[in-house]
């Protein structure tokens, strides 16, 4: 992206999000030599003057708020870009990946997702105490440290567009994001901290089961539902959940503002405890994965611990968790998988071992779809894709050096690397990208190749890709396994 600065102060360096009310960058601040994170609202709310006023005079009380659970804002401002007004919100840049990118890694184990829940509650006592209620508490809107620490994001926005909806509807218009929205908000009553505690109970049952507490083909689908149904127990969903966490969350749902937890801390304790004192002696992952052990429950004397084995065991166990989740991407690895053994049972390719690698292949794909949906497209598309290319006749030795077919070829080659990217950095459903990869890559190669080096270079590929995003989940994998446990570290410490 061409850099440019807002308010001749702070330079924007990298494009981190984009999102309906604006886009995320990381910056520089030269006046004060420090990267920090900048968001520039939208051009619909740019618009808005009195969104702006009310933006404004919410983002300097969110600036009140020095808690390390919660993203300083450190500046509000507006500049001008290309005729057109740019309002921007300065926050502290937090390393690491939210919350919804940690999901999109792999479910998260009963212990980290209690404990990060637990962070964002300390979060928000703090910012209730202070008369700020947050609106949208989502996964998108936590981040997570590298030392495991949750900070709280967009503190003052929301309040701000709900102010505009009702300016401009009439009513208090939801504002949010559906599957974390509580009855009073889609109704358009008041709001109040009881508020911020329904979404955290939608983000811990989210944590724990790896969906939101209600889910349907539209956002007015979802949007019933938080007015009319019960949530499903997180434990039916996740079996062997402790009963205490399943109450916990379930009261934090009620329909009822004055049914739920009196505010932040009293929700906190009742967390924490439930995770105590519950009989089972761990707090398991889903059905198909091992439990971790809790580190601050007392053995029965004739049940000697071993934390060290316990700690060793339970990485393990997380880098063989297996998935049993349906999803699109699943679907596709799969269609790939029966497609490469079809492509191994067909002599289009005149090659001693070609037929046998897209065998394995094929059967691969199966195997480590139930691992990573990412890495399975990346395996079993291959052998597919080689094929289509050979049988294209999109060949240099068939069209020769004809300037069109290089300037397709060169470009094929680009969008394979731009699509390699893709499906490397993101784990969530990467594998779409990397089908794309293996045709547009596969077919520049084989033009720009003579047929002795084109199988080689496709063997080559495919164990680099292959090594490349295993390496990549084992170590999430890992990281995961790491998290933290249960109790919530002592803030001053954080």
């Known amino acids: 992206m061409e850099h440019r600065t807002l308010g001749q102060r702070y330079e924007l360096v990298e494009q981190l999000g984009q999102g309906g009310m604006g886009t995320v960058y990381r910056a520089v601040d030269h006046r004060l030599r420090r990267t920090v994170a900048v968001k520039t609202l939208s051009a619909e709310l740019a618009l808005q003057q009195q969104f702006l006023a009310r933006f404004q005079r919410e983002a300097h009380a969110a600036a009140a708020l020095n808690h390390p659970g919660v993203a300083t804002v450190y500046d509000v401002g507006e500049d001008v870009v290309d005729g057109c007004a ?36 300390e979060a928000l006592r703090h910012s209730h105490g202070h008369g700020i209620v947050h609106r949208d508490i989502k996964p998108a809107n936590v981040m997570l440290t590298r030392a495991g620490t949750a900070k709280v994001l967009d503190f003052g926005i929301a309040k701000a567009l709900s102010e505009l909806a009702t300016r401009l509807t009439g009513t208090g218009v939801a504002v949010g994001t559906p ?11 008041d709001t109040d901290h009881r508020t911020d505690l329904y979404a955290v109970g939608c983000l811990l049952y989210e944590l724990l089961t790896d969906r939101p507490p209600y889910t349907g083909e539209s956002p007015f689908s979802v949007m019933h539902q938080h007015l009319v149904r019960e949530p499903v127990p997180p434990s039916r969903l996740r079996p062997g959940l402790p009963p205490g966490v399943d109450a916990v969350v379930l009261r934090a749902l009620r329909k009822r503002r004055e049914d739920r937890f009196a505010d932040a801390a009293e929700m906190k304790a009742e967390l924490d405890r439930a995770a105590r004192m519950s009989t089972a002696p761990t707090m398991p992952a889903p059905a198909a994965a091992a439990p971790r052990a809790q580190a601050d429950r007392p053995e029965p004397a004739e049940t000697p611990r071993h934390d060290r084995a316990v700690t060793g065991s339970d990485r393990i166990r997380s880098l063989g968790r297996v998935v049993f989740r349906p999803t699109p991407e699943g679907m596709v690895a799969l269609l790939g998988s029966a497609l490469a053994v079809v492509v191994s049972r067909s002599e289009m390719i005149d090659t001693e071992h070609f037929p046998l690698a897209a065998l394995l292949g094929g059967l691969a794909g199966c195997v480590l779809l139930l691992w990573s949906a990412r890495l399975a497209c990346a395996v079993a598309w291959a052998p597919v894709a080689e094929a289509v290319a050979v049988w294209s006749g999109f060949s240099r030795a068939e069209l020769g050096w004809e300037t069109r077919y290089v300037v397709i070829a060169l470009l094929l080659g680009l969008v394979a690397g731009l699509c390699l990217t893709a499906g490397y950095q993101d784990g969530r459903s990467g594998g779409f990208a990397l089908v794309a990869f293996w045709f547009t890559g596969l077919t520049s190669v084989w033009y720009f190749l003579d047929d002795l080096h084109k199988i080689g270079v496709f063997y080559v590929l495919l164990l680099g890709v292959c090594l490349a995003l295993g390496t990549q989940t084992l170590k999430t994998r890992l990281a995961d396994s790491r998290g933290p446990a249960v109790p919530a570290p002592d803030p001053a410490a954080r």
């Open 86 to 121: 740019v309002p921007y919100l300065v926050m502290e840049y937090v390393e690491g990946r939210t919350l919804a990118q940690a999901l999109g890694d792999g479910t998260l184990s009963a212990e980290q997702a209690v404990d990060a829940a637990g962070q964002v509650l």
């Open 179 to 189: 599957a974390y929205l509580a009855p009073e908000q889609i109704e358009g009553r």
